[in-house]
């Protein structure tokens, strides 16, 4: 049952054995890093938990329960910006009816940090005391950040990044991306199978990878020469530009698709336009979701090629991610190593302020500039 996610031995042993002992607990928090489909995974117990045949995942029951139709098997997604009191309330006292279908009910809650504190509160009270037939399976990022009240009443399991070995194997097998270019990408993939799965899609496709290195390596042979617009970095930032582009289309055409549907499923039209309402809104956060993550992949790219560089210079060639492209960084590792070092440390301070949503394009332009400061003092 869970064959779409890649290693976390641990974790499904301590699944599959619960469930072959019907001894599942009410409260569990997965937490760990981004990328390593928890949110997937804790989908797939709770199928396993609703479907009669126990989750045999092929037969229709289990079809239906993995593509969010099961009443019994719900996944609260947060309407606004965090999960307040107000959304939490109507599900707490739905708690207490028997399941529709099933003989269990299982609520998933992907961004348990997102809970407000009065909203988790009142879910820490069903928590405490569910009813038997009902399991939480809450779902962290930042484990630091969830209310220390709900993690205490939740068993913790804990999801670890996968060895490069283990990307490797899941790009070769899944993806069918092997040799150097799979051996780079899986060290580049840090331990998450979805960024490498992200990685392999560019690599079968759009190839931004490439162009991202092509201008990063740029900025270090002086490329300062040619017109405005092909300079390194406005050339680099228009990778991305066009990459969010792309994202912003691709994101409306499924609103408009969704919106049809929507249309030809509610004849009453304010019924409809609550439908409709909802569906611009996940549309909207599923379109920054990815043009941030676009834009946390491009920085990754040139800090790994920064980093590459740092190593190429120490004589640890051995040690660097983009393995593909060993010729062009031992050619170009000229500088001192404490100045990729100082660039290192600026590209992090950038990581954070894009995850925490700060304009991208400023933020990766400030860290060019300050890139070009540490390059002339050099
Ligand atoms: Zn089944």
Redesign the pocket.
Known sequence: MFDGIPGQERAKALFRRALDEGAVSHAYLLTGPEGLGKVQFAREVG?ALV?????????????RARRGVHPDLRVIEREGERVRLEQVEPLVAELALKPFTAERRVWVLPEAEQLMPEAANKLLKSIEEPPAHVHFLLVTDRIERVLPTIVSRCQVVEFHPLSDAEVEAYLRDVQGLGGEEGRALARLARGSFERAARFAADARGAHLRDQYLHHVSRLFDGGEDGTPEKRPVAAFLGVLEARTRAIADETQADLERRLAELDAQFADEKTRNWHRKRAEVFTRRERDRRSRQAALDALDMVVAWVRDLLVTACDAGDAVLNCDHAAELSAAADVRPEQYARMLATAAATRKDLYLNVDQKLALQGMFARFEEVARSA
């Open positions: 199928v479907a009669s045949c126990g989750g045999c995942g092929t037969c229709a029951e289990c079809e």
